[in-house]
């Protein structure tokens, strides 16, 4: 079951993945994205075993960004893949059906190819500008997420939309109101003062948006 919120680590000088995920978990997160761009392999590998544990100790899905091989090392959940990453088919080869696979996408060219190719989720976006992603894809913003929802109906397209890039706590609320599935958060919670207190307040406005509706 692909969950409503997707919290993603990142890399920072001040705090390690491992105590990110162990925030994130504390706090009730139950999708963890490890997400490491400037690591070593044998850096990535020490990290994502000890959030794994992390993670299993939680009951917390844990989904690797890019690292195909990583997420079959370690045995994570499944993995998340950008436009420029492994294929589809080359991740479901080594990881199996049983596995999660997510793909990125921003057009709705880009949810049909990745519909075809099998994922079990879409992660689309960006939502607004954000400096966690480098080569930024062209902004989608609210009404960009409505048509994308509205297409996929009309295309009896059924797989979670995942909305990423720049997310806020206040944007909840309209967001859902586009029809998207879920959010992927990451600068928000890492680079706010109480990340679990921040954690609690996304997973709560969620779940009253969801009785509103």
């Not at 992927?184 to 207190?197: C, G, Y």
Request: aromatic share 6%; hydrophobic share 40%.
């Amino acid at each position: 079951m692909i969950s409503r919120f997707h919290y993603l680590t990142q890399d920072l000088e001040d705090v390690s993945h491992e105590q990110q995920a162990l925030d994130a978990c504390q706090a009730g997160v139950k999708w963890l994205q490890l997400r490491m761009k400037t690591k070593s392999e044998s850096e990535r590998f020490l990290i994502a075993n000890k959030v794994k544990e992390i993670c299993d100790s939680f009951n917390c899905q844990l989904i690797i960004n890019d690292y195909v091989s990583l997420a079959k090392q370690i045995d994570a959940d499944g993995v998340h893949l950008g436009k420029s990453d492994t294929t589809i088919e080359a991740a479901r080869n080594s990881l199996g059906n049983d596995k999660i696979i997510g793909g990125t996408a921003n057009t709705f060219e880009d949810i049909q190819k990745l519909t075809n190719e099998g994922v079990d989720y879409i992660g689309v976006g960006p939502f607004r500008f954000t400096t966690t992603k480098k080569n930024l894809s062209h902004i989608v913003g609210l009404e960009g997420y409505r048509d994308l929802v509205s297409n996929c109906k009309q295309e009896e397209i059924n797989l979670p939309l995942i909305a990423i890039g720049g997310i806020t706590l206040k944007d909840i609320q309209p967001l859902m109101a586009t029809g998207i599935f879920g959010f992927a958060v990451s600068s928000a919670i890492n680079l706010s003062n109480d990340r679990k207190q921040t954690v609690q307040a996304f997973i709560k406005s969620i779940e009253e948006t969801l009785v509103l509706k």
